[in-house]
């Protein structure tokens, strides 16, 4: 821990606090440290949260900055081992036993669900989600050895080549994977596509981690595909976040308290989070889209999804603010 954190935490001399930094401590050690984004220039955690604690003037915010990294839904390196795991053992295994008619409780339950799975293929969403990874940990079969991201075969893709590839490899289904989604704006686009482009393939949508109105999207386009071509589309998410977990201008799980003095801190750290930009990113203090923002206290190992809090993770090109979780931005 930095000793200006230790001296501010023995400077105030209160029972919360000290309660809080024991819960930071757990955290950093437990989770934290495995932040990734430009790991090797933002330093570690400790030293960005320093610097970001000093971002305020006065001891009362900054007691709300540090409250707040107790709140935050942090996910893991094991974490998401468990989401990649699940998401096979769950929503992924019922899909293809419901395609296949395989019942698991008779013997060679197991071996049909391995033949399901062989003539699947199983791509990412997006480039972010590690889909290496998702093979090693469920010990899946590569017969289908290409896995591009259907986010860049929507803007790139020769469609007679893919339905060439599919013939080829005697795939009969496409399990398609991302590790968070938002309102959807980004993943759904190349989720539709992939099932009116795919031809008679059967596609499965499997989000490791969705907020409500990436959920409520995904199910309108479900109704949508299915009305299409019956049985040509399921969205099947791991953990889909409740609203409750969000922290929104007209909605809080924090105490009344709690509430107002975030909310106090968000309006009067905007200008400089922002770095007086008023259009664009980071779009609003309740963070992304500016019309309706999420309010998002997730924070992913792997970056901070841009619907997240953007005094958390924004760093302005002025130089105003300076995040503990800096985001990695692709623009």
């Known amino acids: 821990m930095a000793n200006y954190i230790e001296e501010l935490i023995k400077s105030w001399a209160d029972d919360e606090m000290t309660v809080v930094n024991l819960r930071v401590d757990y955290l950093e050690k437990r989770l934290f440290k495995s932040y990734e984004p430009n790991k090797f220039i933002n330093g ?19 007691k709300t900055l540090y409250r707040l990294l107790t709140r935050i839904f942090y996910i893991g390196p094991a974490e998401f081992e468990e989401l990649f795991r699940n ?136 109704i949508q595909l299915n009305t299409q071509r019956l049985g040509s589309f399921k969205f099947s998410p791991v953990l889909e976040l409740p609203k409750t977990a969000f922290f929104t201008p007209t909605s809080s799980a924090l105490t009344q308290k709690d509430s107002i003095e975030l909310r106090d ?26 019309h309706d923002p999420t309010g998002g206290l997730v924070v992913m190992y792997t970056n901070t999804p841009d619907n997240t809090l953007p005094i958390i993770h924004w760093r302005p090109a002025s130089g105003s603010w300076e995040p503990v979780f800096p985001r990695h931005s692709r623009v």
């Open 87 to 222: 998401a096979y053992e769950g929503p992924v295994a019922r899909w293809l036993c419901e395609k296949e008619g395989i019942d698991v409780c008779v013997p060679g339950a197991q071996a049909a669900l391995q033949k399901a799975a062989e003539s699947t293929w199983f791509c990412p969403v997006t480039d972010s989600f590690r889909i290496n990874s998702f093979f090693h940990i469920n010990n899946l079969p590569a017969n289908a050895n290409l896995r591009p991201d259907w986010c860049s075969l929507h803007k790139l893709a020769d469609i007679g080549k893919l339905s060439s590839y599919a013939n080829t490899e005697q795939i009969t289904r496409l399990v398609l994977l991302e590790d968070f989604v938002g309102g959807g704006s980004q993943s759904l686009g190349a989720v539709q596509f992939a099932v009116e482009h795919s031809n008679v393939l059967d596609v499965l949508f499997v989000p490791m981690i969705i907020c409500p109105e990436g959920a409520k999207k995904a199910r309108e386009l479900e």
């Open 265 to 290: 801190l968000l309006l009067s750290t905007y200008p400089a989070v922002s770095g007086g930009v008023t259009k664009g990113k980071p779009y609003h203090m309740y963070g992304y889209p500016p």
């Open 44 to 62: 570690e955690f400790w030293t960005r949260c320093e610097t970001w604690l000093k971002n305020v003037s006065t001891d009362a915010d900054r």
